[in-house]
């Protein structure tokens, strides 16, 4: 193998090596993840929330939804206010036992989803008899059926979400360096 040789598959297999690292989701997985919420998942609170705020690891696009159920399983939560990467969604009533707050986030820098889900504990003696009340607002359907409701989903685990943007860099890093060692002009 000559030295020009030997100094092409180097740069063939350093290329590739760049391109199969471009295309790993590591860049991906922090995508919309929460850094922060109030109240914190896992912890306990003496009443129920007025609002629930989300910070995440990157700005929020529309489309973006936080659901909040109450320990009654009855959807509380109002409509959403995005503020680049904080969302926050206020709160009507509820009652005491554990909620669920679920949250699909759409990325507005490359628009890729994740959905999360945390839970918290609200502090209290829970009355799911009532059907209705100042501070809830009546339902149709309280049953634990939760079809029409979206999934709890880890991201990590769903294997649906694709990292578009680091195929793309890795797609076109591939191509470069192929075209750079096809060399038409060099005709040996």
Known sequence: MT?????????????????????????????????????????????????????LAEPAARGSSVVVTDGCEREVSGALDIQRDSLKTPITGGEPGRWLVRLRSISALDGHATMEAFTFKVGGEKDCTREDGDDVEPETDISPDTSSRAPIVNPDEEGTSFPVVPFALGTVAVVAVALAVRRPWDKS
């Open 3 to 55: 030295g020009r040789n030997a100094l092409e598959a180097l740069l063939t297999l350093v290329g590739a090596t760049i391109a199969l690292l471009l295309c790993l989701p590591g860049a991906a997985l922090a995508h919309g993840d929460i850094r922060d919420s109030s109240p914190a998942a896992g912890t306990q609170v003496t009443k129920p929330p007025k609002e629930v705020g989300l910070i």
